[in-house]
Structure formats: structure tokens, C-alpha cells
């Protein structure tokens, strides 16, 4: 049993534990529906130039909707990215995934973490990171601006939480 790993102490409970994960404004049902128009408009504007003999022009009616529905799975695929950020009494962890589902996690002692918000005025927050001697780490580049003020403001919270005790 490792004594400095949260997760392996059992009276050691993590005091804030959040899971971070890019927005994305249409759903699965909204892409369907979506994908099906514009299947229908590319198919009746096929058989148009079809009938009227502009039958080259048919392949980038097909080129085109190949395009769209490309971008669309690029990024339905960067929203599996997804971050997991906890704060114990002895370690503050962040574990980073991948879309293609690797983990890389990175481990700080609370008292010499340092949590770094740089803001814009107009923006707000633009990035945040934690940090102490030896190593840094960016902390929800994916999120909006309304998530990153609420979860900079949760995190400093727990981590002046922890520090305080």
C-alpha cells in the first residue's frame, strides 16, 4: 500500500473531485436530424444537375456531404477528451484522457501546488494551470468561460481548504 496515494488510503477522502468534459451544444438526436437534411437537400440537388446533364457536378454534391459529416465526427471524437480533477488532504491529482482513451496523470502535494488563472479583461479567464517545483499543468483548456470561472473558483476553494488544515 502506497501511504502517498489518495485513492489507496481509506480514511483519506477527497475533499473536491470534479470531472471536466468539453461542451457541445447539438446532441446526438439534433446530428441525426441534422445530417438526414442535409443528406435530402445534396440528394434532390443531385438528381437535378442528374436530369439536366451536369452529371461532374453530382460527385461534389457527394464530396461535400462526405466533408460535413467528416468535421462533425472530428468533433464529436474531441469530445470524449475529458479531465478528472481531485483534492485530498495528501495529493491533488488531475487525470487527463485522451479521445482515444489514454490517461495521463499528474500529482502535486497541496501544500506546494500553486493553481495559476491568467485572465483577459473582456475574455475572463483564458487559461489556468497548476504548478509547483518541478512540473506544470493546464487544467480545462476545453471548457467556456462560464466554466472556467466556476470550476476556478471551486478548485482555489478546496485547495485553500486543504491548505488550511
Not at 488510503?9 to 436530424?33: D, H, I, W
Not at 461534389?60 to 472530428?74: H, P, Y
Not at 517545483?133 to 466554466?147: E, M, P, Q, V, W
Request: aromatic content about 14%; overall charge positive.
Amino acid at each position: 500500500m502506497n501511504p502517498g496515494n489518495a485513492e489507496t488510503t481509506p480514511n483519506e477522502q477527497p475533499v473536491f473531485c470534479a470531472e471536466l468534459t468539453p461542451y457541445r451544444s447539438l446532441g446526438m438526436k439534433g446530428f441525426k436530424v441534422f445530417m438526414m437534411i442535409a443528406g435530402l437537400m445534396s440528394l434532390v440537388h443531385v438528381v437535378v444537375f442528374w436530369i439536366i446533364g451536369a452529371w461532374p457536378v453530382v460527385f461534389f454534391f457527394g464530396l461535400d456531404f462526405l466533408l460535413l459529416f467528416g468535421a462533425f465526427w472530428l468533433n464529436y471524437r474531441a469530445a470524449r477528451t475529458r479531465e478528472v480533477v481531485s483534492v485530498s488532504r495528501l495529493d491533488v491529482s488531475v487525470r487527463k484522457f485522451t479521445p482515444a482513451g489514454r490517461m495521463t496523470e499528474h500529482r502535486f502535494n497541496p501544500f506546494w501546488a500553486h493553481f495559476h488563472i491568467a485572465r483577459h479583461e473582456e475574455i475572463g479567464i483564458v487559461s489556468m494551470s497548476l504548478s509547483d517545483r518541478r512540473k506544470a499543468t493546464d487544467i480545462g483548456s476545453f471548457l467556456n468561460r462560464d466554466d472556467r470561472e466556476s470550476f476556478a473558483t471551486a478548485f482555489s476553494g478546496a485547495l485553500a481548504t486543504v491548505k488550511r488544515r
